[in-house]
């Protein structure tokens, strides 16, 4: 079945360490992003990609960065200048076409800082 | 940011009552979707509107563009306990951008 796969689940960091949360799509989408989500904030843009090799910024993009060396693979991570970083991470894809764009999501990771 | 305003940010209904939460942009809108986020879950896409004053339904759903295509609402008639969840509007843009609203979660009483 196609999809997208985020891992891991859950994930414990010790403040001033880096992380990386997965993110990989077998649906063929051109389109890759990544959200936050807080209670009572909705969803909140990271980083986003349209094609291979290219990632724009999102409105939160501060203290992350991204990758985009595979159509299907767009990691995020976790840097130490991210203040907090104790969030649910979504990813999404798209196949990136206008009038017939919508988003699918993975099960998405919820990171925890210690 | 580019999101938009969605209320009530949080909705308790007795089973069997119905539910609507609204969408609103100070701006012109391309298009709304709206998406229902689980306990514990992910959002999962339900229906995308387009056209000025467009109507769709779906089963118990109904989901309304307004005709200024500034807001949007979503209604639920005779809600059940599987209506449980987190329901959010978005906006995408020309290139390709999605925003979300900042969601209404519904209780459904038994």
């Known amino acids: 079945d196609g999809g997208i796969t985020q891992s891991p689940k859950y994930l414990f960091r010790k403040e001033g360490q880096n992380v990386t949360l997965s993110c990989e799509q077998n649906l063929n989408h051109d389109a890759m992003y990544w959200y936050r989500q807080d209670p009572g904030q909705g969803l909140r843009l990271i980083y986003y990609s349209q094609i291979v090799n290219d990632f724009q910024k999102g409105d939160i993009a501060e203290g992350y960065s991204v990758s985009r060396e595979k159509k299907e693979s767009f990691p995020l991570t976790v840097t130490s200048a991210q203040k907090n970083p104790t969030a649910f991470y979504l990813c999404?894809?798209?196949?990136?076409?206008?009038?017939?764009?919508?988003?699918?999501f993975g099960a998405g990771s919820r990171l925890t800082v210690l | 940011g580019q999101q938009v305003m969605q209320i009530p940010q949080y909705q308790h209904v007795q089973e069997g009552e119905d539910f609507t939460t609204y969408c609103n942009s100070s701006?012109?809108?391309?298009?709304i979707q709206w998406y229902k986020q689980r306990p514990g879950g992910h959002p999962v896409f339900l229906i995308q509107?387009?056209?000025?004053?467009e109507v769709k339904k779906q089963k118990r759903l109904t989901f309304q563009f307004g005709e200024a295509k500034k807001n949007s609402s979503l209604h639920i008639t005779a809600t059940q306990t599987t209506d449980v969840g987190t329901y959010f509007c978005a906006r995408s843009n020309t290139g390709n951008q999605f925003y979300f609203g900042t969601g209404t979660s519904l209780t459904v009483i038994p």
């Open positions: 701006t012109t809108l391309s298009n």
């Open positions: 509107l387009v056209k000025s004053g």
């Open positions: 999404a894809s798209s196949r990136g076409e206008l009038g017939a764009n919508v988003l699918t």
